[in-house]
């Protein structure tokens, strides 16, 4: 018979509970270790390829609310003295959508908040095709303070990185990019949205920076096949 693994307890459980949640925290114990191990393979990946251009973006600055300021930055630009490593991700938010991508909107809802804490460590930009007036647009009406958002309407990086398919298709891509000698090498993707998913699975590719699911996995209820988060629950339209 295993041994308990800890001693606390709480109010009212049973002895099946406790014997059902030690199954389940050593399979919890087993995910951590996995989780580890899987994040010491991707640091320990080597250089990806070379950046074959220095992208030109349209850039409003690291303040969407406060700022009407328009101009261009290179991906150089992107990398703080002292900080070589570069997350971009690919908000789908094409000029030809109506609206931007609902479940995009709620990770970057949660990475504004994040971003002064992320920026002690690392670079953080978030890239759409939309026009960056058009961005800016949204970003203010959703009240984000402090992403760093950029458009890729006049070069090729979302193609490039696969934040766009060939038939204009936005995409969810997250890509990592490290500075190094004076290069600008990219070292990972979100390649999980590649790969099907078995069956009854989501894709997970973008989960590491959602919180929304981690905190739903938690509960009896778990994910729903049928929900996604909504831009506006003001109208109903997001109900489950």
Known sequence: MNQPLHAVRFPEESSAYRTARDRLLRAEMELRRQIEATAALRRALPLGGRVPVDYLFDDEGETPVDTDIERQVRLSDLFEDGKDSLVIYSYMFGPSMAQPCPSCSSILDALDGEIPHLSQRTNVAVVAKSPIQRIRHFARERGWRHLHLLSSAHNTYSTDYH?????????????????????????????????????????????????????????????????????DYDRGDAAA
């Open 163 to 231: 934040g766009e398919s060939a038939d204009g298709r936005q995409l969810p891509a997250l890509n990592v990019f490290l500075r190094r000698d004076g290069h600008i090498h990219h070292t990972w993707s979100s390649e999980l949205m590649f790969v099907s998913p078995e069956p009854g699975q989501d894709p997970r590719h973008v989960d590491a920076i959602w919180p929304l699911w981690s905190v739903l996995d938690l509960t009896p209820e778990g994910r729903s096949v049928d929900w996604r988060p909504s831009l």
